[in-house]
């Protein structure tokens, strides 16, 4: 018996801090996965992370036990205590673990609600446990469900109609403390996707920028033009510090790129000139203790989440609207996940009623010496007769249930009539089937790749 189980933290559940410790780059997602897949109760995963959260699905057997056991390597990556790490994650099962990765991938938790990248990093998450081989039909399903309840409620309310996003209250707030950012010397380490619409609303604000990055230097330059910007090595860092009046950075660095110490020779050389600093980057890109230097303001991302709700108001009447949406599809993958639940179990009830009426014809066989073939065809007949009728409405009610419901009435079921476990677990009907072979389809060309 499969069950869907989710582990994650967020915004709302944890600072930065500790955030940043659970982040995974894009490699380290897919080898992650990989490793979880290796542990004995689990069979599916996928890893979100993004700068707001890291959140794991996963396709299991034991939830206890793989609960257990996927905490212990998180809190092993963060190097802090399991039961430390439980007191800021959160861990739903089934119906509840479909609902939150819904409301993730239509941006119902992101700390600006109703963003538009949060639909493209989940793709991507799924993309990238897929390629890594570990995922399977019920994921799968799930994260095509959780798209498609994304697209729905971007299409069917206007949540997210005005574009409010983490860059551009960090330039609401770089405008809040200077005023004006058109005469400011601007710097924006990283060329990733959030640098990108960093520079957009600068530009809207009249700044030019800078652009340092070495590894997606291609991009940055491709960025200069689009946005009236330069870009510089990633060696030149100390000098753009030297001249900047505000830096916004968002790289995918695994450890911080500007530290106090290097900062506190450029702040020697500034002559007082105050420096704005704001981090949208998980993990962090600043040293914390930069924040400590005479001049320095730093923001990380727990500051931005203060500043958010005054540009959310737009947005907060279309939120009811946006859960019915939700709640409409968590009903549909919960009616399709009864159904999955329900066939390997009401095949096993019928293969063991036919079992029944086998042993009970081969242990009345010798007592029918005086009836002909034909009536001991009709006994069998009527035999098996009630066996399906019997079977009949359970069949019928099996496959009705859906949720939690669904779960222990399947449970229930399977002890009462004493069912095989592995044919309660047996991949049901021709969807899955066909999902297996189009994994083996898409799994074909990586392995020839490697060769």
């Known amino acids: 018996m499969s069950e869907l189980l989710a582990l994650g933290i967020s915004h709302k559940t944890a600072p930065v801090s500790l955030r940043e410790r659970l982040a995974f780059s894009e490699s380290e997602a897919e080898e992650?996965?990989?490793?979880?897949?290796?542990?004995?109760e689990v069979r599916e995963a996928v890893v979100i992370s993004t700068c707001n959260r890291t959140e794991v699905y996963l396709v299991v057997g034991d939830p206890v036990q793989a609960e257990a056991d996927v905490l212990g390597l998180l809190a092993r990556r963060a190097g802090i205590r399991p039961t430390e790490l439980a007191e800021a994650i959160y861990s739903p099962r089934n119906c509840d673990a479909a609902r939150q990765l819904y409301r993730v991938t239509a941006g119902l938790e992101s700390m600006i609600v109703g963003e538009a990248e949060i639909q493209g990093q989940v793709r991507r998450a799924h993309e990238a446990a897929m390629g890594a081989g570990a995922t399977g039909p019920l994921s799968n399903r799930l994260f095509a469900a959780a798209l498609t309840t994304g697209k729905r409620v971007r299409s069917e309310t206007t949540i997210g109609a005005s574009r409010v996003s983490v860059p551009s209250v960090a330039v609401d707030l770089a405008l809040s403390v200077l005023g004006d950012v058109q005469a400011s010397h601007v710097v924006i380490l990283g060329a990733g996707e959030t640098s990108e619409l960093t520079a957009r609303a600068l530009a809207e604000q009249g700044a030019g920028t800078i652009f340092v990055a070495n590894r997606h230097a291609n991009r940055a330059i491709s960025l200069a033009q689009r946005f009236g910007g330069t870009v510089v090595g990633l060696e030149k860092l100390p000098e753009q510090l030297l001249a900047a009046d505000i830096v916004l950075s968002s790289t995918a660095s695994p450890h911080p790129i500007v530290g106090r110490e290097e900062l506190e020779m450029v702040v020697a050389q500034r002559k007082g000139r105050p420096l704005l600093l704001i981090d949208i980057a998980v993990p962090r890109d600043i040293d914390p203790a930069c924040g400590e230097l005479e001049g320095v303001t730093l923001y990380d991302m727990d500051d931005l989440q203060a500043l958010v709700a005054r540009n959310l108001s737009s947005r907060a009447d279309q939120a009811p609207r946006a859960l019915e949406i939700v709640e409409e599809e968590i009903h549909r993958f919960a009616r399709w996940l009864g159904q999955l639940d329900a066939l390997p179990t009401v095949g096993a009830l019928r293969e063991h009623g036919n079992a029944i009426v086998e042993q009970v014809l081969a242990e009345n066989a010798g007592r029918w010496d005086s009836a002909s073939s034909r009536d001991v065809a009709r006994v069998e007949a009527i035999a098996r007769a009630v066996m399906t009728r019997l079977l009949h409405e359970p069949t019928i009610r099996l496959r009705s249930l859906d949720g939690d419901r669904g779960h222990a009435s399947?449970?229930?079921?399977?002890?009462?009539?004493?069912?095989?476990?592995?044919?309660?677990?047996?991949?049901?009907?021709?969807?899955?089937?066909?999902?297996?072979?189009?994994?083996?389809r898409r799994a074909a060309p990586a392995r020839r790749n490697q060769r």
């Open 32 to 40: 992650f996965a990989r490793t979880v897949t290796a542990t004995d």
């Open 410 to 440: 399947l449970e229930l079921v399977r002890e009462l009539f004493g069912l095989r476990e592995d044919a309660a677990e047996a991949p049901a009907g021709e969807e899955l089937a066909e999902v297996h072979d189009l994994e083996r």
